[in-house]
Each structure stands twice: as structure tokens, then as C-alpha cells.
């Protein structure tokens, strides 16, 4: 529990240290079997590079198809293996799938193809700024922005927001804090570019279009974007970090188990519910959810959930 303190229109301001760090420390101290679920996961590079072929097949004839089947196919197959790969790069970020940093880098750029946008480098260093300076003013681009909050208000306005997350996420951090670009970026950038250079006259403007809503439609009216919402926002004052132990938690890489994957990011998500059971104690009496729909309704419906519902740090 953090002592958070909040005002209205206003975050919750904390002034300790993100709760991550002491849990790890006393969970290493009873538990010390948990450095076994230390490592990589070995199927990890075959997942990805599977999901990536599938959706890079299916943009190649889904414009075959009538409008109506276009855009269910787009929908739970194309969105949802966009969400997937998402949250394939979150785990190789971690360096989770190889020992090396080349290796683990290598197939972030094969899994940020079907995502059209060169991301993936640029993820890996602001998502490590997110573990380590969690909720700190200027540095966790995870956070919306004052001017997200204040624009963004009540049921129609958390509406718009929501519809277009993806691109909040995308680019607030050039807002926030700019980071200096370096070689993987400039590798990442070039790889993807060329890539699509051969792959999108064989797939047409159908097939890019089926990659587009795939990455808008993962990104807003998919129940996976639901984690988006879960992981963070304040749904029970005193709590940072919010755990998911649902079924989409299998389509997902286990991202649902954030407390989890916050306390241990060296641990893959393969083995979060391993870490879980050894250690129920720390984490049964956290609040956690069981459905992802439930929190996207939470939170547009709710009154008292605002874009303001985040813990920050100065």
C-alpha cells in the first residue's frame, strides 16, 4: 500500500518509492526459489515469428474478401494478433526470448512488422524509464499528460480518449521526455522501412488497410486494451499496480500479471503464475481483476475514474 495522497483534478502524488521495489526485496528474503523463474523463455522467438506470419498471410488475401468478412477478420484475428505482438515485444523489451541484447533486439524488429510503425527501440528505452522511475514527473511516458486530463473529461471525453489510446501512447512521449536516438533505433527505422517496401505492393492498399484497424482496433475496442486501463489507473486509493487473472491472460503473453511482472521483470510472463503461487501471500490480498471489459466500462463509466487516476512522483 502507498500513502498517495490526491485533490480534485489533480494525480495522486506520492511521495515514497514506487511499491515494486520493497515487495521484491521481501519476497527474495522468504521466498529465494524464485530466482529459478529467472530467465528466458525459449518458445518465445517461435510464438512471435508465428503470429507475425499469420498476420502478414492473412493481409496478403484478406482483401479477397466482401466488406463484412473483411472486417470480422480484421477484428478477432488481426487486431488481436496485433495486441499480441504488442505485448510479444513488451516480453523481448525485457530481453526474455534470447540471452543476447542483439538476438532479443533482432526479433523485436521481426514483430514490429505487421505494425506498420518502426516502434519497437524506442518502446524498449521508455518502457525501462516506466519500471524504473514508475509515476516520476517528466520520465514515465506512461502517464497521460495534464493536457490529456483537462481536455479529456467525463463519459464522452474518456470516450475519445480511449478510441484513440494507440496514439496517445505513440506519441506523448515526444511531449514528455525526448530521448536520444541511437543505432538500434536508426536499424529498427530501416529494417521496417524496407520491409514494408516489398511487402505492401504484394499486399495492396486492402492489405495495409487490414494493418491499420488491426493496430486501431487493438489498441481501442478490443477487450485486450483493457490491460492499458488495468495495469495503473487507480480503481482502490492506496494501490499503484493492478493484477489481471483472466483468460485473455493466454493471448497475451500473462501481461495481466503486472503486479507480478513489476516486482520481477526478469521473470517472462510464462512463468508469472509460477511466481504467484509461490508467493500467494504478497499478492492475494491485492485488488486484482477478471475481466478486462469490466475495467474499460469501470473506467468510462465511473465518475470518480479519471485520466487524473494515476500515481505520480516528483
Same mark, same amino acid.
Not at 281 to 294: C, G
Given at each position: 500500500? @502507498? ?7 489533480? /494525480?495522486?502524488? *506520492?511521495? $515514497? ?17 524464485? %530466482?529459478?523463474?529467472?530467465?528466458? @523463455? ?69 514483430? @514490429? ?6 516502434? *519497437? ?11 524504473? $522511475? ?14 490529456? *486530463? ?31 536516438? $541511437? %543505432?538500434?533505433? &536508426? ?11 516489398? /511487402? ?11 494493418? &491499420? ?41 500473462? &501481461? ?6 513489476? $516486482? ?25 481483476? @477478471? ?20 500515481? %505520480?512522483?516528483?
Amino acid at each position: 500500500m @502507498n500513502t498517495a495522497t490526491k485533490t480534485k483534478n489533480d /494525480y495522486y502524488w *506520492a511521495d $515514497d518509492r514506487e511499491p515494486h521495489f520493497q515487495r521484491r526485496k521481501e519476497i527474495l528474503e522468504k521466498h529465494p526459489e524464485v %530466482k529459478k523463474l529467472f530467465g528466458i @523463455n525459449p518458445r518465445l522467438k517461435y510464438t512471435t515469428v508465428l503470429l507475425v506470419i499469420i498476420q502478414l498471410t492473412v493481409g496478403l488475401y484478406v482483401g479477397q474478401l466482401s466488406w463484412i468478412p473483411f472486417l470480422l477478420v480484421t477484428y478477432f484475428v488481426g487486431a488481436t494478433i496485433s495486441h499480441a505482438l504488442f505485448l510479444a515485444i513488451h516480453e523481448i523489451t525485457h530481453y526474455l526470448a534470447f540471452k543476447s541484447k542483439k538476438n532479443n533486439n533482432i526479433l523485436a524488429f521481426i514483430a @514490429n512488422l505487421p505494425i506498420i510503425l518502426p516502434y *519497437a527501440m524506442s518502446f524498449q528505452k521508455y518502457h525501462a524509464m516506466h519500471h524504473w $522511475d514508475q509515476g516520476k514527473e517528466g520520465i514515465d511516458t506512461d502517464i497521460p499528460t495534464e493536457l490529456e *486530463a483537462k481536455l479529456f473529461r467525463g463519459l464522452l471525453g474518456k470516450i475519445l480518449w480511449f478510441f484513440n489510446q494507440i496514439l496517445f501512447y505513440a506519441f506523448r512521449p515526444l511531449f514528455v521526455k525526448r530521448i536520444k536516438v $541511437d %543505432k538500434w533505433q &536508426v536499424y529498427n527505422f530501416l529494417f521496417q522501412v524496407t520491409a514494408m517496401a516489398i /511487402y505492401l505492393p504484394f499486399a495492396g492498399w486492402n492489405g495495409l488497410l487490414f494493418l &491499420v484497424l488491426s493496430l486501431i482496433l487493438a489498441g481501442s475496442l478490443h477487450p485486450t486494451s483493457g490491460h492499458f486501463i488495468s495495469e495503473h489507473y487507480v480503481f482502490k486509493e492506496g494501490q499503484e499496480t493492478y493484477s489481471y487473472y483472466g483468460p485473455l491472460n493466454l493471448i497475451t503473453f500473462n &501481461v495481466g500479471y503486472h503486479n507480478e511482472h513489476h $516486482d520481477f521483470p526478469t521473470i517472462p510472463g510464462s512463468r508469472l503464475p509460477e511466481l504467484k503461487k509461490m508467493a500467494p501471500e504478497f499478492y492475494d490480498n491485492l485488488h486484482s481483476y @477478471n475481466s478486462w471489459t469490466k475495467v474499460i466500462l469501470g473506467f468510462l463509466f465511473r465518475k470518480d475514474i479519471t485520466l487524473y487516476s494515476r500515481t %505520480k512522483r516528483k
